[in-house]
């Protein structure tokens, strides 16, 4: 599939067919795509969590969610395959305190922009690509700040990773059966580049 294609193809998934298992190779080949992403002094501070057998995605979803099973969690529990994608802050102030960055105070004021994170979410968006790509069905969504402590507990997950998100994959379910519902914030459309995009100043004349 061109590029092109693949991202004007891509859009957030949220029904599954829970008969058809992604193959590990599959998952093995997207994740070798993801730490491809660019880094901050080549840090890579990415970290992945597969769960992609019964019991770990059910221990995700008691640890995660509030136990209400309602129409969003009902069809995401049907996702073969999750991963938790997390960054490592502490692996940037290891990596700029190096004498090529020379920042030994490790201090964290020096990143106005926690790049931990944005470093993580483009390789989270490389996984959604590269699933598009294999004809697999995507989604990316949060962990909840307050169920932080037990989604650790539950994977022995260290105090200095983050949940940054989570993708789902899996091949998208029948419409027969259980139809995708598309989010109805896509109602808002999709705004245009003069919207989005400046050309040598946001001021109505360019800066000389």
């Given at each position: 599939m061109e590029f092109a294609e693949v991202?004007?193809?891509?859009?957030?998934?949220?029904?599954?067919?829970?008969?058809?298992?992604?193959?590990?190779?599959?998952?093995?080949?997207l994740l070798n795509l993801a730490i491809r992403a660019?880094?901050?002094?080549?840090?890579?501070?990415?970290?992945?969590?597969?769960?992609?057998?019964?019991?770990?995605?059910?221990?995700?979803?008691?640890?995660?969610?509030?136990g209400a099973a309602d129409r969003w969690l009902t069809?995401?529990?049907?996702?073969?395959?999750?991963?938790?994608c997390l960054s490592?802050?502490?692996?940037?102030?290891?990596?700029?305190?190096?004498?090529?960055?020379?920042?030994?105070?490790?201090?964290?004021?020096?990143?106005?922009?926690?790049?931990?994170?944005?470093?993580?979410?483009?390789?989270?968006?490389?996984?959604?690509?590269?699933?598009?790509?294999a004809g697999l069905a995507s989604c990316f969504f949060g962990v909840p700040g307050k169920h932080w402590a037990r989604f650790r507990t539950a994977f022995s997950v260290?105090?200095?990773?983050?949940?940054?998100?989570?993708?789902?994959?899996g091949y998208s379910a029948p419409n027969n059966s259980a139809p995708d519902v598309r989010s109805p914030s896509l109602k808002r459309g999709r705004r245009s580049l003069h919207d989005v995009v400046a050309y040598g100043s946001f001021g109505a004349e360019p800066v000389a």
């Amino acid at each position: 599939m061109e590029f092109a294609e693949v991202v004007r193809r891509r859009r957030m998934i949220r029904s599954y067919d829970p008969d058809r298992p992604v193959p590990p190779d599959v998952v093995q080949n997207l994740l070798n795509l993801a730490i491809r992403a660019p880094s901050a002094g080549h840090t890579q501070g990415w970290r992945f969590l597969v769960l992609a057998d019964i019991t770990s995605k059910s221990r995700f979803w008691t640890a995660t969610t509030d136990g209400a099973a309602d129409r969003w969690l009902t069809r995401m529990r049907t996702a073969p395959v999750l991963i938790v994608c997390l960054s490592d802050r502490e692996a940037y102030l290891e990596r700029y305190a190096e004498p090529d960055k020379g920042w030994t105070d490790r201090d964290v004021e020096r990143w106005p922009i926690p790049y931990w994170h944005v470093d993580t979410g483009m390789a989270a968006m490389i996984i959604l690509l590269a699933a598009q790509d294999a004809g697999l069905a995507s989604c990316f969504f949060g962990v909840p700040g307050k169920h932080w402590a037990r989604f650790r507990t539950a994977f022995s997950v260290p105090e200095r990773l983050d949940p940054v998100g989570v993708v789902s994959l899996g091949y998208s379910a029948p419409n027969n059966s259980a139809p995708d519902v598309r989010s109805p914030s896509l109602k808002r459309g999709r705004r245009s580049l003069h919207d989005v995009v400046a050309y040598g100043s946001f001021g109505a004349e360019p800066v000389a």
